[in-house]
T-cell receptor, first 114, second 117 residues
Framework: SAVISQKPSRDICQRGTSLTIQCQVD?????MFWYRQQPGQSLTLIAT?????????ESGFVIDKFPISRPNLTFSTLTVSNMSPEDSSIYLC???????????FGEGSWLTVV | AQTVTQSQPEMSVQEAETVTLSCTYD???????LFWYKQPPSRQMILVIR??????QNATENRFSVNFQKAAKSFSLKISDSQLGDTAMYFC??????????????FGKGTSLLVTP
């Protein structure tokens, strides 16, 4: 099993500022995934973060807006830059273990931009 | 790209009754995984049940079972003996199988389930 800790769990941010979300896993994993869940919506994959290489972004998401770091096999950060109210969402990190048999999610970081 | 469709935005069921949530998907892959996740108001994503596409037998976890129809690309979730704690948003999700595919999930839009006394 895996335990994923995300920080912050919740924050209220001013328009135009940036916030970095941290994701810590208690196991070494090759890939970590970042999702966004806008209010009342489903989860959408933002990017895949591999240790030692640049993150791979999904269509509609760009590195300048959502820079990601992956310094080691247990940690990753997602920064939401120059925030606007449209960035108000829950951001979740995720990892897979056991050959895809189990996918784990962090508890999410709930950001409100005012 | 894979798409996952949940055609029921909201459903309601009485306690102790049975309810079925529908999910269809579109893919050209032959090997993949399908999942149902539960998201209560706490927003934590909780795995309910998982199905490997190469397995013909439908997965079962206690009160939760699936009806997996690979040819029809259908993956419905049946909740038996519904409990008040089952009230949550339920997401159907698809994942390609393969080392290089990683563990990225494609989610449906979700079905909000309300269990009433």
């Amino acid at each position: 099993s895996a335990v994923i800790s995300q920080k912050p769990s919740r924050d209220i941010c001013q328009r135009g500022t940036s916030l970095t979300i941290q994701c810590q896993v208690d196991s070494q994993v090759t890939m970590m995934f970042w999702y966004r869940q806008q209010p009342g919506q489903s989860l959408t994959l933002i990017a895949t973060a591999n240790q030692g290489s640049e993150a791979t972004y999904e269509s509609g998401f760009v590195i300048d807006k959502f820079p990601i770091s992956r310094p080691n096999l247990t940690f990753s950060t997602l920064t939401v830059s120059n925030m606007s109210p449209e960035d108000s969402s829950i951001y979740l990190c995720s990892v897979g273990l056991g050959g895809g048999n189990t996918i784990y999610f962090g508890e999410g970081s709930w950001l409100t931009v005012v | 790209a894979q798409t996952v469709t949940q055609s029921q935005p909201e459903m309601s069921v009485q306690e102790a009754e049975t309810v079925t949530l529908s999910c269809t998907y579109d893919t050209s892959e032959n090997n993949y995984y399908l999942f149902w996740y539960k998201q209560p108001p706490s927003r934590q994503m909780i795995l309910v049940i998982r199905q490997e596409a190469y397995k013909q037998q439908n997965a079962t976890e206690n009160r939760f079972s699936v009806n997996f129809q690979k040819a029809a690309k259908s993956f419905s979730l049946k909740i038996s003996d519904s409990q008040l704690g089952d009230t949550a948003m339920y997401f159907c999700a698809f994942m390609k199988h393969g080392v290089n595919s990683g563990y990225a999930l494609n989610f449906g839009k979700g079905t909000s389930l309300l269990v009433t006394p």
